[in-house]
């Protein structure tokens, strides 16, 4: 008689640890697991079927991700945003430990430094287009960015 298999309970912060993990780093799949285990999230796929067993805790999640994605089209669109002009890794202070290059709320001058994108080891400043206000600071330090994604917001 074959041995009955015991279902596995789910280790929830470990799943948080990775959908965040996904949100930081733009991603859409995710996989981790160990030689008895596997576990794969997926960020962006079509909703489930009712009646499937779907997680109400998921299903929330989805839909948290979804309003994000809503938020980062109409970031955007903003006629005031800085876009990240390469690949790379976003950092927000010219060393670690010292204060942040912008704030919100700071008042930039046009050229000023707003952050650095590391990009095959070289750090390259990303200046401000022009003069305004530092409305929002879409991106954290150590976050890898895409070409043309969205960084920050100055009005």
Same mark, same amino acid.
């Given at each position: ?100 290059? $912008?704030?919100? +709320?700071?008042? @930039?001058?046009? /050229?000023?430094? %707003? *952050?650095? !994108? &590391? ?19 879409? $991106?954290?330090? +150590?976050?890898? @960015?895409?070409? /043309?994604?969205? %960084? *920050?917001? !100055? &009005?």
């Amino acid at each position: 008689m074959p041995k009955s298999r015991k279902k596995a309970d789910v280790d929830e912060d470990l799943v948080r640890k990775l959908a965040n993990l996904l949100d930081e780093t733009g991603l859409t799949e995710i996989e981790y697991g160990t030689k008895d285990w596997h576990l794969r999230v997926v960020r962006g796929t079509s909703p489930t079927t009712p009646g499937t067993g779907a997680n109400p805790a998921a299903a929330a999640a989805a839909a948290e991700t979804a309003g994000a994605a809503e938020g980062a089209e109409r970031d955007a669109d903003h006629p005031g945003v800085v876009t990240a002009p390469m690949v790379g890794v976003v950092y927000t202070a010219p060393e670690p430990g010292e204060p942040p290059f $912008i704030n919100v +709320g700071d008042t @930039v001058a046009e /050229g000023q430094t %707003l *952050l650095l !994108i &590391e990009a095959m080891k070289v750090f390259n400043p990303i200046t401000a287009p022009r003069a305004g206000k530092v409305a929002r600071i879409l $991106i954290g330090s +150590g976050t890898p @960015v895409e070409f /043309g994604e969205p %960084l *920050l917001i !100055i &009005e």
